[in-house]
């Protein structure tokens, strides 16, 4: 949706045109049309100030006149019987039934004669808007499409171009909203938590392993196991979207959790069994910590599947992407957690400034 913001409503409804045609070329837009309010017949009194002058008569007073006789006027209560009932002053109905009625409506002036409202006035019937709706200060009007065949991002920045072809008068602008410009802010939200959550992980890894090293080891292979996710995306042929954007924070956790739980296990088996460091070691905390891995993995994957089935639904705009990334993301953090981790563990695990283990065996 474009909305523009301006003062005149009729320039509003030009540059309205105009957007349109501009944009109705784009491919994937599809019924574009500009949201114009209902017009109306309204009859406009432009006052004659010469002619009124000449008469004894201020604007303001034919403007009265003219309102008073065309809607009448309360002048008073009366009451009767404990009851109030408003005293109007109007005009009879054969004065005001017709445009020629109105023109020819009797006015008195200060020196106690008589004009027509023609005599000092310019009366017309025109359109005038039903509603007129106002954001900012400015006046708006809004031009709605839909995108059929195209990814939604695409289309926008077509949009944008096409845009730009625009002129726009001075105080007059145009803006993206709708769909789009909602998905775009809640990214840019979500990417901001994305940050703070990223150096949240990492402290957190830091306290749980012990080692600056370690820690790291553990966070930069992280992106690994979102590989799943992006894949799968890919295969589906769908887009980054929020609720794909929640699938990648979700695997994020998963594999942050099992990889702690991997590494913890290796420390474990080094410091209180006895395991020398080395491939005897690696290979038989994999083999221990396969089947938690596996059970993490199978059961919040057969959680997410009945989504991925069910295909992308009205009302499954966030749910059907969310599980395609969970379910690729699960593989790729699975294989991380169960080849990479070790292998990484084994090459960098060596001579860490691992905590030292007490006589009484707590560390």
């Not at 949201?35 to 009194?45: C, G, N, S, V, W």
């Not at 017709?98 to 006015?107: A, E, H, R």
């Not at 730009?164 to 789009?180: K, M, T, W």
């Not at 891995?293 to 992308?312: D, E, R």
Request: no cysteine.
């Amino acid at each position: 949706m474009v909305r523009l913001y301006g003062d005149e409503d009729e320039v509003l409804h030009e540059h309205a045109a105009r957007v349109q045609d501009a944009i109705k070329g784009v491919p994937g837009v599809t019924d574009a049309r500009p949201e114009f309010p209902i017009r109306q017949a309204t009859l406009e009194t432009e006052v004659d100030i010469a002619a009124a002058q000449r008469y004894g008569l201020k604007p303001g007073d034919v403007r009265r006149a003219a309102a008073t006789l065309m809607n009448g006027e309360e002048v008073g209560d009366i009451f009767r019987e404990g009851k109030a009932y408003d005293v109007n002053v109007w005009s009879t109905p054969a004065t005001r039934n017709s445009l020629t009625d109105v023109i020819n409506m009797p006015l008195s002036t200060p020196d106690g004669g008589q004009i027509v409202l023609s005599q000092v006035a310019d009366v017309r019937i025109r359109p005038t808007p039903n509603a007129i709706e106002r954001e900012g200060d400015s006046r708006r009007i809004d031009v709605e499409a839909s995108v059929e065949g195209r990814d939604l991002g695409s289309v926008v920045g077509d949009v944008e171009t096409a845009l730009n072809g625009v002129d726009f008068p001075l105080g007059y602008h145009a803006e993206l909203l709708g769909e789009y410009a909602e998905r775009q802010a809640a990214q840019s939200r979500m990417l901001l938590y994305a940050l703070v959550a990223g150096v949240l992980v990492f402290m957190l890894l830091r306290i749980a392993l012990h080692t600056w090293r370690l820690a790291w080891l553990a966070f930069l292979d992280l992106p690994i196991a979102l590989a799943g996710g992006v894949i799968a995306l890919y295969l589906a042929g769908l887009e980054v979207s929020l609720g794909a954007l929640v699938g990648f924070f979700t695997v994020l956790g998963i594999a942050a959790r099992t990889g702690i739980m991997m590494i913890n296990h290796y420390q474990h088996l080094e410091r209180y069994e006895g395991e020398t460091f080395g491939p005897e070691l690696v290979l038989r905390g994999a083999r221990e910590r396969l089947s938690p891995i596996m059970m993490t993995a199978l059961a919040t994957g057969l959680a997410v599947i009945p989504l991925v089935i069910a295909g992308n639904l009205p009302g499954h705009e966030i749910e059907h992407p969310m599980a395609i990334v969970i379910v690729g993301g699960l593989i790729t953090s699975t294989f991380r957690n169960l080849f990479i981790v070790p292998a990484l563990y084994l090459r960098w695990g060596r001579g860490a400034d691992a905590v030292p283990v007490r006589p009484n065996g707590i560390a």
